[in-house]
């Protein structure tokens, strides 16, 4: 049986811009992610979140899902989340997936430097973290392989406006990806990324009707994807149906 880490914070002051993947995500991954048998831990800033995402699970006789509490940008706070893990479960999981993320969106020449830094601790710094605080364990346990999925966006390639720190810190995740698949790929730990568009997320439908009609009309398929496709391609990319898929970023964006 697999163990998966699902870490998902998302905290946000900002009400737009593509690819803030929201609570909608990470929950509906960690309901995949059960679907297919894993015994997912669910991390969270916000420990009620955290509750109600596990109880919302599919739990069969062999599934133990265990709910943490995480400040994904403090290395203390990972490595009690990970004691726990393996207090639990005795070895830590063999999927990592990394979606924390939050905006503080403003344009460039109002962007406070709090505001800058803030976003790039979590959805940067907070992904390196996590990588190299569980690989360290992985390998203390001879685990045999492992997949490691990180939640990037599709403005981490392309820009938007408003958005420069959210931006930069995506980007970077997408090429943090890349990286730690090179060096990891030769003790069969894979590292990939996913690059979501516009996601039917609590946080999207809080956006102005005029913007999302405007990015509608950029979009191909003209329409929203739902968190569900999302999470999909995540649970492809954790599986073994993607064995030999490393330092890949597959954009799910209905063409965005």
């Not at 946000?12 to 831990?41: N, Y």
């Not at 390998?139 to 420069?164: D, E």
């Not at 439908?205 to 391609?233: H, L, N, Q, Y």
Request: aromatic share 6%; proline share 4%; net charge positive.
């Amino acid at each position: 049986m697999n163990l998966c880490w699902m870490n998902s914070a998302p905290r946000s002051t900002s009400k737009s811009g593509p690819g803030c993947g929201g609570s909608g995500i990470g929950r509906a991954t960690c309901k995949i992610l059960a679907r297919e048998g894993a015994s997912v831990v669910v991390a969270d800033k916000n420990l009620q979140n955290v509750q109600d995402t596990v109880k919302s699970m599919p739990k069969a006789a062999d599934q133990d899902h265990l709910g943490v509490e995480l400040e994904v940008s403090e290395i203390k706070t990972i490595k009690n989340s990970l004691n726990k893990v393996l207090e639990k479960y005795k070895r830590p999981p063999t999927i990592i997936v990394n979606s924390a993320g939050i905006t503080r969106d403003n344009f460039l020449l109002k962007l406070s430097e709090q505001d800058f830094d803030e976003v790039l601790d979590v959805n940067l710094k907070g992904t390196f973290l996590v990588i190299q605080t569980f690989v360290n364990s992985m390998l203390a346990h001879n685990l045999p392989s492992a997949s490691i999925i990180n939640i990037a966006s599709i403005v981490g390639k392309y820009g938007n406006l408003g958005q420069a720190n959210y931006c930069a810190s995506k980007a970077g995740v997408e090429l943090l990806t890349k990286t730690a698949a090179k060096e990891l790929g030769k003790m069969n730990i894979r590292v990939n990324c996913v690059l979501p568009g516009m996601i039917l997320t609590p946080m999207l439908e809080a956006v102005p009707d005029k913007v999302k009609e405007k990015f509608t009309k950029m979009i191909p398929m003209s329409r929203f994807g739902k968190p569900e496709e999302v999470a999909e391609v995540i649970a492809f990319l954790a599986s073994e149906k993607s064995s030999y898929i490393n330092g890949a970023s597959i954009e799910v964006t209905g063409g965005f």
